[in-house]
Structure formats: structure tokens, C-alpha cells
């Protein structure tokens, strides 16, 4: 991808599934990364895995404080922030009536609250520099709605929402904002629902055209372009890639 070689990326979650996918395809593009997530034993082989080029950090997606302090510590190793990508997240999976409010909490804070606070801790130092690319992970389940997963569902539609109305925002400093939504991938995340419910999970492959689960990689591959100056002219927009689950 053009213009990615040296530039800085900070990627939440990037201890396993598409976090971590989306890490090691942006150090293959040439970029220096900040491999963040809860589980720093991840995220260190995340960045083993890169290189010298890389650095983990141990960072709670839930606190601005925390991203704020993971920002500045991803820039005293690194350099500036120039690409940002939360793929931090956490559901789930039961009927709506079935859950408790703890797990709303839960997810709420995690998936939205955290993608919420990522990107205004990235924003100073990219406003000051003029310059910047963001990517939200959310779902296709934030297009049109997942049974089992309503308020997982709630949450990824309002990354949309939020991410189109801070593109607005930050526009005229020149920083560009994306949403990526992945149908079912191939995650430990996933390995667990279908697990738990292997009726779900043949059911989801038998809906999907494609016959098949996303890979990580697939999902970072979008990532990589969208961040990319392939894409300098994109900003506010929701790519699914779902294998045509989802076609809207």
C-alpha cells in the first residue's frame, strides 16, 4: 500500500484474531506499530513476531487515562501517531432477555466507550500535526442486527455513527476516519461461540455465500488500504467484509 512505509500505528486487541492480523499486516507494509491489549503476554508476541519495528503495551481500552498514557508511550518508543486502530472488543452471545446488565455494561464499555476513547487520544497529536488515518472495527452485526447479540449489535452500530459524525469533525485537519465491519470471522472469539453452539455456527456458515468464515487477514487487508494514501480520499465510509452475508 502506498505511503505506509515508516508510519506509526497504535492497533488495539492486538494479542490474537483480527487485532492482531491487522498488526502484522501493517508492519509488512513498513509500518513501526504499538501492539496494545488487556493481555500483555499477547501483545508481546504480537510484537515479537514483527520485530524491532514493534512495541507492546498493556492498556485497558475502557479509561481514556489509559490510552492516553498508551499513546504517549507508543510515541516515546516509535515516534508520532499517524495511524490508529481499535480492534478491541467483546461479546456474548444469548438472547436478549437471557442477559444482565453487567454484561451490557460490559460490552457497551468495551466496544463503544473504547473505540470512543482511543480515537480522542489519538486526536491532539494528530490535529496538531494536520494528519492522521483512523479505523474502527465494528460488525455487520451493527448494520442490520444479530439475534443473540442485540447489544453487541448496539454498540458496533453506534461506532458507525460515531466515527461518521467525528469524520466530519476532524476533516478540515486532514485526518480521514473509517469503519470496517467484519461478517463472522475466524477468531478465538468465534471459536468459542461455535463451540458453545455449534448449531450457531453452521448455521452462520450456511448463511454466509461465500460457505466459509472471514479470515484475519482478509479483515486486515481492508484495514491496510483504508489506512493506506490508496485511500486519501475516503473518510466516513463502512466497508463490510462479510463474503456477502451482509450486502447494504
Given at each position: ?16 484474531g ?41 492498556a ?80 455487520d ?25 467525528v ?56 484495514v ?25
Amino acid at each position: 500500500m502506498r505511503g505506509l512505509q515508516d508510519r506509526v500505528a497504535l492497533v488495539t486487541g492486538a494479542a490474537s484474531g483480527i487485532g492482531r492480523a491487522v498488526a502484522l499486516r501493517l508492519a509488512d507494509e513498513g509500518c513501526r506499530v504499538a501492539a496494545v491489549d488487556l493481555n500483555l503476554e499477547g501483545a508481546r508476541a504480537t510484537a515479537v513476531a514483527i520485530g524491532d519495528s514493534a512495541c507492546a503495551l498493556r492498556a485497558d481500552v475502557s479509561y481514556l487515562s489509559a490510552m492516553r498514557e498508551a499513546v504517549a508511550a507508543a510515541e516515546s518508543a516509535l515516534g508520532p501517531l499517524d495511524v490508529l486502530v481499535s480492534c478491541a472488543g467483546w461479546d456474548r452471545v444469548e438472547p436478549f432477555v437471557e442477559s444482565a446488565e453487567e454484561t451490557w455494561d460490559r460490552v457497551l464499555t468495551i466496544n463503544l466507550k473504547g473505540v470512543i476513547a482511543c480515537t480522542r487520544a489519538a486526536l491532539d497529536g494528530m490535529i496538531d500535526r494536520g494528519a492522521g488515518a483512523i479505523v474502527n472495527i465494528s460488525s455487520d452485526a451493527g448494520r442490520v442486527g444479530s439475534s443473540g447479540e442485540v447489544v453487541y449489535s448496539g454498540a458496533k452500530a453506534g461506532i458507525i455513527g460515531f466515527s461518521k459524525a467525528v469524520a466530519r469533525e476532524v476533516a478540515r485537519h486532514h485526518i480521514r476516519v473509517n469503519v470496517v465491519c467484519p461478517g463472522p470471522t475466524d477468531t478465538p472469539m468465534m471459536e468459542e461461540t461455535r463451540r458453545a453452539n455449534p448449531r450457531l455456527g453452521d448455521a452462520l456458515l450456511k448463511a454466509i455465500p461465500f460457505r466459509r468464515l472471514a479470515r484475519p487477514e482478509e479483515v486486515a487487508a481492508a484495514v491496510a488500504f483504508l489506512v493506506s494514501d490508496d485511500a486519501a480520499y475516503i473518510t466516513g465510509q463502512t466497508l463490510s467484509v462479510s463474503g456477502g452475508l451482509t450486502m447494504v
